[in-house]
């Protein structure tokens, strides 16, 4: 099924982001909805830009992007770990 606007789920990814910005890591723990349906729904409110990238988390692997409520302009991705060692 496609992500629609006005499913629940819509609301419940709005109200958590309302208390702050989250990874969807973070949205999976507390909304306890799969990741992979998740970036979906965040893919439809990015793309209708309710919600914009604000950050980028790095840990281990590729950097996962921090979402935040409203209409600004996306944070640019930062550079892989592989190519930031390269320049040094």
Not at 13 to 21: H, V
Request: some cysteine; glycine content about 4%.
């Amino acid at each position: 099924m496609r992500p629609r606007a006005e499913q629940p789920v819509v609301a419940l990814i709005l109200r958590d982001l309302a208390f702050g910005p989250s990874t969807v890591v973070e949205l999976e723990a507390v909304l306890k909805i799969r990741r992979q349906n998740l970036r979906r729904y965040l893919s439809m409110l990015h793309a209708t830009r309710k919600i914009y990238i604000c950050a980028w988390e790095r840990r281990t692997g590729p950097a996962l992007p921090v979402y935040g409520l409203g209409r600004k302009k996306d944070v640019p991705r930062p550079l892989p770990k592989s190519l930031t060692r390269s320049i040094r």
